[in-house]
């Protein structure tokens, strides 16, 4: 991956600077939080570029010029959600047309392409892109998208992102990959070969739990401009307050992912030593089935950890036995968050297909924060004792 974009700036100095100049009338160094939903024409056509704020918005082109430049893509376009701007890629396609999917996403996700998008008519095949030969064996001639997680929610598997890229572009298909539970800091799909990058923002690029908001970016201007047109159409698009809470996010993330990758190694080697733990699942433990491809791929293994209790008893017991770990759904926040997907995040995938994910009424998953680690492991240590 390369360090540098065309400015020659590093990750931490595009983080704090790319897209964003002083603002013109005041100099202010912020970009200001444009709360509006019109704007005034001179004349009939004559106006400034800015007509209308479901479809122009500055706060909210600053931020997407931002996270383009920290996924080394040239577009950004910003979204109401994760949801959303992964429903946006979808909608690129036709009724019809067959997507072949990641069967480990998040269970929204799963929920959305399943109950929502399939009765319009768009076919899904959901594959173990662990085994990339799964992906080109799903292939149709109808299939104009892969769409990818990696690392899957919430097992944290992954997929060789440049095996995915060469067998989708052989088919003609786009390739989006879902790159939340990494961030734009660990892993840069677009710089692998992939066409599209997707982000529940809500997560590590804003970092603070006080938001919901998605984003897509890419490399081509037709692209672009296709999922531009979509979300003119379909009317996904963040507010600019959450615009501007997002960029004040992305300015820290490096130094956030910095601190939650070794907060995420600390948990996840401590949990893999202790007794109450039947199985520990990171990228980032050299007993991750895939932790060559996580070195190869990735340059941080995050801070979400998925651990196996072995009974939903014993699940319950240390979700609701943590002090500084919350129990609550989403992840990527600063401060530690705990749950159980079978119940939680993914509710909403049926039973006998949790089963053959290992998404199993035990399995417990962590957002380690950027607390101090001692704090952490020792309300870890003291849930656990209870057992
Ligand atoms: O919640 P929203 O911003 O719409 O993002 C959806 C989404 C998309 N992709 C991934 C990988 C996600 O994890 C999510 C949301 N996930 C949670 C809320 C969660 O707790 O896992």
């Not at 970016?217 to 009317?235: I, P, T």
């Amino acid at each position: 991956m390369s360090e540098r974009d065309e400015t020659n700036h590093r990750f931490g100095t595009r983080a704090i600077h790319a897209g964003q100049e002083p603002e013109p009338a005041t100099g202010a160094i912020m970009p200001p939080i444009f709360q509006t939903s019109t704007y005034v024409q001179a004349g009939l056509g004559d106006h400034k570029g800015y007509e209308y704020a479901r479809v122009q918005n500055p706060t909210r082109e600053a931020l997407e010029r931002n996270v383009a430049a920290l996924e080394g893509g040239t577009h950004g376009i910003a979204f109401s959600s994760g949801l959303a701007a992964i429903e946006a890629v979808v909608k690129l396609l036709s009724a019809g047309d067959h997507v072949v999917s990641e069967e480990n996403t998040y269970g929204g996700t799963h929920r959305m392409f399943t109950k929502v998008l399939a009765r319009l008519g768009v076919e899904f095949t959901f594959v173990d892109s662990r085994d990339p030969e799964q992906i080109r064996d799903a292939m149709r001639p109808e299939t104009r998208l892969v769409h990818l997680e990696t690392p899957t929610n919430p097992m944290m598997r992954l997929c060789d992102l440049e095996a995915a890229v060469e067998i989708a572009h052989e088919r003609e298909a786009l390739l989006c990959v879902d790159n939340t539970f990494a961030s734009p800091y660990n892993q840069r799909p677009l710089q692998l070969g992939a066409d599209i990058a997707v982000h529940s923002s809500t997560k590590y690029l804003n970092g603070h739990s006080d938001i919901i908001g998605g984003i897509a970016v890419v490399n081509d201007d037709a692209l672009a401009e296709d999922l531009r047109f979509v979300r003119k159409s379909s009317g996904g698009v963040p507010g600019p307050m959450d615009c501007w809470l997002c960029l004040r996010g992305t300015k820290t993330l490096h130094l956030r992912m910095e601190a939650h990758n070794r907060n995420g190694e600390a948990v996840a080697r401590f949990l893999q030593e202790h007794p109450a733990v039947e199985e520990t699942h990171y990228p980032g433990l050299p007993s991750h089935p895939q932790h060559e491809l996580a070195t190869r791929q990735m340059t941080g293994f995050t801070g979400m950890v998925a651990v196996e209790m072995g009974s939903g008893e014993r699940a319950r017991g240390l979700v609701e036995g943590t002090r500084i770990f919350a129990l609550a759904e989403s992840l990527g926040g600063v401060e530690s968050l705990i749950g159980v997907p079978a119940l939680m995040t993914h509710a909403s995938v049926p039973p006998e297909r949790r089963a053959v994910l290992g998404v199993t009424d035990g399995l417990v998953r962590l957002s380690v924060g950027v607390e101090d680690p001692d704090d952490l492991l020792e309300d870890l240590d003291r849930a656990l004792a209870s057992l």
